[in-house]
Every structure is written in C-alpha cells, then in structure tokens.
C-alpha cells in the first residue's frame, strides 16, 4: 500500500526541538581530471547530489547522495516524495525520520530511493553534530581513532606503461597499500597482478578491484595469482547478486574477497555476511542508506568477523567526510578508500578539515569540528550544477 500521506515519527517531545524547515537537493556535474578506467569501461563524467536540510535553529546540515546517472530524478524524488515527510519535523529524530522515508515508495527494496535517503540521512547527522557541538565520530560513540588507514585507489586498467606509472607515483605519495583496477582477459589480468607485485616489492599492500568481470571459473583462476602474489582481498570478483557464486569461490579461493559498494541495506548482505562469505563488507555511505544503516551493516559484520572498508569511489567531499567518521568510530574498521585524482566535488566544494594533513603516508585525520566537520563553498555548489 502506497501512503500518501506523510507518517508522523511516534516521538513527539518538543523539548529542544531542531525543526527542519526545508530540504533542498543540488544535482551536480562534472568532468573527471582523469577518466577511471575498469572493467566497466571509461568514466570521464561523474554526478551527485548535495542535499542542503535546512532549521529553524539556523543550524544547516549537507548530505551527499551517490547519483552516478540522472542526477535530476534524484533531486525530483527527495524534494516531492521525502521532504513533505521532514519539513516541520525535529530533525534530532533520525531513526524516526528514516522509517518514515523508507515508506515513501512501498515495494521498493533499494535502489534510488535508499541512495536518496542516505544523502537526507547524513545531513541529519551533520545537525545533530552541530546541535551537540560534537563531531559525528564522537556521536556514534566512537573507538576514538584521530587518524584513519586509507589505500591508494586506483591503478587503472590500462596499457603497462602507464599502470607502472600509477603505481609508482602512488608509492611516491607515500600509500603504503594500493588497489589496482582488474578485468579481461584473464590471462592479460593474471599477468598483471604478478607484475605489479614485482614492481611494488614485498613491502606494499596491494588489492584488486574487479567490477564484477569475471564468472566463476575465472574467478578462480584470477584468485589463484592474487594468491600465489600476495594480495591482500578480491572487490567484487562477480556479479554483487551471484550469492551462491560469492559462497563457491570462497571454498575455492585463498584471497579474502571483498565487496558490498552495491549493497542497499543490511537485509541485503546478510547471509553473505552471516557465513562469512565475504572478509571485507564495503558500504558506500552514500549509496546504502546514509550513517544510520551503514552503522548497521558495519556493526551486523563485526558480530561475524567481517571487518568494514567504506567504498567512496568517485564520490563528493561529504561522502567521504561522512565515511572518515564511521571509520574512525566503528571497531571492525580496517581501511579506507582514498581517491588520488580528485575531482572537483572533493578539491573545491569543501576542505576536509581545514588545517587537517589531507594524506600522509596512507592515513588520514579525522575532522574535530562538530558535525561533519566541514564548511561547504556555495558558490562552488552553484558553480558545479547539473546543466
Ligand atoms: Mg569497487
């Protein structure tokens, strides 16, 4: 049943009450500095939408939703569907605010609408961190990390000579751990994988990210030379809903496989998670429902072992800010994703942490302000708009 009408949140209480008074969502596009090359093909564009929600305390919190295509439709459904269900509402009330947009669209399990979610999602937790004086990674009762392991991302699957040139200028900048984009064919990719290590030494951390290229015979066999090459996990060898392929390579393959960027929801890596299928769970912050269910999904694989390494892959400043807070709180954090080839959503649309070392040597500071600890040029905001 489709509900028409915005679902009150059951707690009430007044008291304190941070009123949201509009939502506003930005579509944005640019132009790559440098196009991302996997197994996917070339992406030299990339979008997102900023989500402004704004109070009548004064106090305005921004959010990023991954909107890789169509950033339009996105801005659409949160400013007709979703911000009907907030605008009045105490913004405090999160969890609250999350059931009521998740029943915007019934039958619906994923998707645009948990993307569009996560962007209102972590704009709420950027008030609350305001309202409290508190950054987000203290809010979530955080482990206490100042500064967070991140990997260099990413080789990318291109001709010898220039993947020998991005691994070695990722070395320069001081990555102790780099992951190298993988496809087809396999042969070309196996030797890849034992060139690469040659020409890194023993010494750095190398992973490979697939996209899905393979089927499982040939995930097997890729498996077989991160193995013998010592690499430390397999991202998305196969198709993210190839469950019973994810549960055969696992018996068949040394590497700890890696995936969850295409994930939603907690529900929906639950038995990958629950039988230890995967070693590594990977939220986009921005994709899977904002901080609140990324928490969820990061705390339901520490319960099994799993540890949580946040995807922002092409994303904006406020997914990755957001995830450095999830990062430096949840305690089955093991390492981050850290984009070298910035795009103009993360060089101009904010500093992380002004004053903070951006990278050093494969770790990055974890914001002190409160909220998400950053202040967003609007100017930029109005400058990078969707044409
Ligand atoms: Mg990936």
């Given at each position: 049943?489709?509900h028409?009408?915005?679902?009150?949140?059951a707690?009430?209480?007044?008291?304190?009450?941070?009123?949201?008074?509009?939502?506003?969502?930005?579509?944005?596009?640019?132009?790559?500095?440098k196009?991302?090359?996997?197994?996917?093909?070339i992406?030299?564009?990339?979008?997102?939408?900023?989500?402004?929600?704004?109070?009548?305390?004064?106090?305005?919190?921004?959010?990023?939703?991954?909107?890789?295509?169509?950033?339009?439709?996105?801005?659409?459904?949160?400013?007709?569907?979703?911000?009907?269900?907030?605008?009045?509402?105490?913004?405090?009330n999160?969890?609250?605010?999350?059931?009521?947009m998740?029943r915007?669209?019934?039958?619906?399990?994923?998707?645009?609408?948990i993307?569009?979610?996560?962007?209102?999602?972590?704009?709420?937790?950027?008030?609350l961190?305001?309202?409290a004086?508190?950054?987000?990674?203290?809010?979530?009762?955080?482990?206490?990390?100042?500064?967070?392991?991140?990997?260099?991302a990413?080789v990318?699957?291109?001709?010898?000579?220039?993947?020998?040139?991005?691994?070695?200028?990722?070395?320069?900048?001081?990555?102790?751990?780099?992951?190298?984009?993988?496809?087809?064919?396999v042969?070309e990719?196996?030797?890849?994988?034992?060139?690469?290590?040659?020409?890194?030494?023993?010494d750095?951390?190398?992973?490979?990210?697939?996209?899905?290229?393979?089927?499982?015979?040939?995930?097997?066999?890729?498996?077989k030379?991160?193995?013998?090459?010592?690499?430390?996990?397999?991202?998305?060898?196969?198709?993210?809903?190839?469950?019973?392929?994810y549960?055969?390579?696992?018996?068949?393959?040394d590497?700890?496989?890696?995936?969850?960027?295409?994930?939603?929801?907690?529900?929906?890596?639950?038995?990958?998670?629950?039988?230890?299928?995967?070693?590594?769970?990977?939220?986009d912050?921005?994709?899977?429902?904002?901080?609140?269910?990324?928490r969820?999904?990061?705390?339901?694989?520490?319960?099994?072992?799993?540890?949580?390494?946040?995807?922002?892959?092409?994303s904006?400043?406020?997914?990755?800010t957001?995830?450095?807070h999830?990062?430096?709180?949840?305690?089955?954090?093991?390492?981050?994703?850290?984009?070298?080839?910035?795009?103009?959503?993360?060089?101009?649309?904010a500093?992380?942490?002004?004053?903070?070392?951006?990278?050093?040597?494969?770790?990055?500071?974890?914001?002190?302000?409160?909220?998400?600890?950053?202040e967003?040029?609007?100017d930029?905001?109005?400058?990078?708009?969707?044409?």
């Amino acid at each position: 049943m489709e509900h028409r009408q915005p679902m009150r949140p059951a707690e009430t209480s007044s008291q304190g009450a941070i009123h949201i008074t509009d939502v506003i969502a930005h579509p944005l596009s640019q132009t790559l500095p440098k196009p991302t090359v996997t197994s996917w093909g070339i992406y030299s564009e990339v979008s997102i939408v900023l989500v402004e929600v704004r109070t009548d305390s004064g106090i305005v919190g921004v959010g990023e939703v991954l909107a890789r295509f169509s950033p339009k439709a996105y801005a659409e459904l949160i400013e007709t569907s979703l911000k009907p269900r907030l605008v009045g509402q105490d913004a405090r009330n999160i969890g609250a605010l999350w059931q009521s947009m998740r029943r915007a669209l019934s039958g619906r399990a994923g998707g645009i609408l948990i993307e569009a979610i996560a962007g209102i999602d972590i704009a709420l937790w950027d008030i609350l961190g305001k309202a409290a004086g508190l950054p987000i990674a203290k809010l979530l009762g955080g482990i206490g990390r100042e500064s967070i392991d991140v990997y260099a991302a990413a080789v990318n699957w291109v001709d010898d000579a220039e993947a020998d040139r991005e691994l070695e200028r990722y070395i320069g900048e001081g990555f102790p751990r780099i992951k190298v984009k993988m496809s087809n064919p396999v042969k070309e990719a196996c030797r890849r994988i034992e060139r690469l290590r040659k020409r890194a030494g023993d010494d750095i951390g190398l992973c490979v990210d697939a996209n899905w290229a393979y089927n499982l015979d040939q995930a097997v066999e890729v498996g077989k030379a991160l193995s013998a090459n010592g690499y430390f996990w397999f991202e998305e060898p196969l198709a993210p809903e190839n469950e019973q392929g994810y549960e055969e390579l696992r018996k068949r393959c040394d590497v700890p496989l890696a995936a969850g960027e295409s994930n939603f929801t907690a529900d929906q890596v639950q038995r990958l998670v629950s039988r230890r299928t995967l070693s590594i769970l990977q939220p986009d912050v921005a994709r899977a429902g904002g901080i609140t269910e990324t928490r969820r999904m990061a705390d339901y694989a520490a319960l099994h072992d799993v540890a949580y390494a946040p995807h922002i892959g092409m994303s904006g400043i406020i997914c990755e800010t957001a995830s450095v807070h999830l990062a430096a709180a949840l305690p089955n954090f093991r390492v981050m994703e850290c984009e070298c080839d910035l795009s103009p959503f993360k060089r101009e649309l904010a500093d992380l942490a002004p004053g903070c070392i951006r990278q050093k040597n494969g770790t990055l500071d974890v914001p002190t302000a409160p909220g998400l600890g950053i202040e967003i040029d609007w100017d930029a905001v109005a400058r990078l708009r969707t044409q």
